[in-house]
């Protein structure tokens, strides 16, 4: 990846900061944003010795003016865009009874709407250097559990949108593929459990579920993501690859 350009979004923490650091251990220039500054600043360090290989954007994606003005950056500070990681992400409990329109309306902004509008104004610069996109979805998108009924949702739609602009997208050269973990050991679960004993807990818990013995740690996701980026993957397209230690084989 020496020289090319990734764009991550969600990267001042858990998975996307885990790909921002892989890619740009791998000669990468990364353009990575996240709503959190101090955090954003800790994972640039670890990114890169100097600025030139790393963009930082404060943003809230979901805003489309600050969605245009990343985009704008990024291609301003590198010249060009190869990657386009759409990492950003919620996960709001809660099944049929619980959830509410509110949590309906940000999950759907966030996982989906936001990367619906970043990959539109992001696709005339991946064109360019036929390019690729993959996208952060879930095993939730095939699955149903009922405690994330609306997460389950999005992951759902996200994998449609995967397969479909693929199809969309390739005669222009651009592949477009999607990475779906199982449980990851990220900050993603801590609003849900109020002791770091509890969320242990719940890993321990979880490990059984997957035939290979282990909840997913950032780094498999990261692996998977940086396979289907490269030119590996040359003939992968429209594909939601399973990182999930084989959870989804039996049926939890």
Known sequence: FKGKVIL?????????????????????????????????????????????????????????????????????????????????????????????LQDFDRSFNINLRSVFHLTQLALPHLKKVKGNIVNISSICSTRQYPA???YDMTKAALDQFTKTIALELAPSGVRVNAANPASVKTTIYQSRFKTKELLDEYYEKSAPFHPLGRVVEPQDVADAVAFLASDAAKMITGTCLMVDGGRILNGQ
């Open 8 to 100: 991550i979004t969600g990267a001042s923490r858990g998975i996307g900061a885990t790909i921002a650091i892989h890619f740009a251990n791998e000669g990468a220039l990364v353009s990575i944003t996240g709503r959190d500054e101090t955090a954003l600043t800790e994972v640039a360090n670890k990114c890169g010795e100097n600025a030139k290989q790393v963009l930082q954007t404060v943003a809230d994606i979901c805003d489309e003016s600050q969605a245009e003005n990343l985009v704008e950056r990024t291609v301003e500070k590198f010249g060009r865009l190869d990657v386009l990681v759409n990492n950003a992400g919620i996960a709001l409990a809660g099944g049929i009874e619980k959830a509410t």
């Open 148 to 150: 994330l009924l609306v």
